[in-house]
Nanobody
Framework: QVQLVESGGGLVQAGESLRLSCVVS????????MGWYRQASMKQRDVVAT???????NYADSVKTRFTISRDNAKNTVYLQMNSLKPEDAGVYYC????????????WGQGTQVTVSS
């Protein structure tokens, strides 16, 4: 059993910052790429940022200069530092982790709500 638990969401004003955390626990095999996705109301779930096991990162264009993804492999944790938040950043943020070596599987957290008021 693998669990991903997100934390750090909340209500902030535009321009403020939040830091999301996601801890992976349970029967963990090799943790590969981890990432954050966002699902705004009535919209599809889109990728925000990803980070490989080696630390290579990718970002959605809309957050590239404002968000930073990082991970602590010793703690099985991935973070998302979100600065200069905008109302369009609001949504449920989901953590994801790809796990395994020869065969891999994606795991998802339950999500954490981020609300940005203008």
């Amino acid at each position: 059993q693998v669990q991903l638990v997100e934390s750090g969401g909340g209500l902030v004003q535009a321009g403020e910052s939040l830091r999301l955390s996601c801890v992976v626990s349970g029967s963990i095999s090799r943790l590969n790429t981890m990432g954050w996705y966002r699902q705004a109301s009535m919209k599809q779930r889109d990728v925000v940022a990803t980070i490989t096991r080696a630390g290579s990162t990718n970002y959605a264009d809309s957050v590239k200069t404002r968000f930073t993804i990082s991970r602590d492999n010793a703690k099985n944790t991935v973070y998302l530092q979100m600065n200069s938040l905008k109302p369009e950043d609001a949504g449920v943020y989901y953590c994801t982790a790809n796990m395994g070596l020869f065969t891999t599987k994606d795991f998802w957290g339950q999500g954490t709500q981020v609300t940005v008021s203008s």
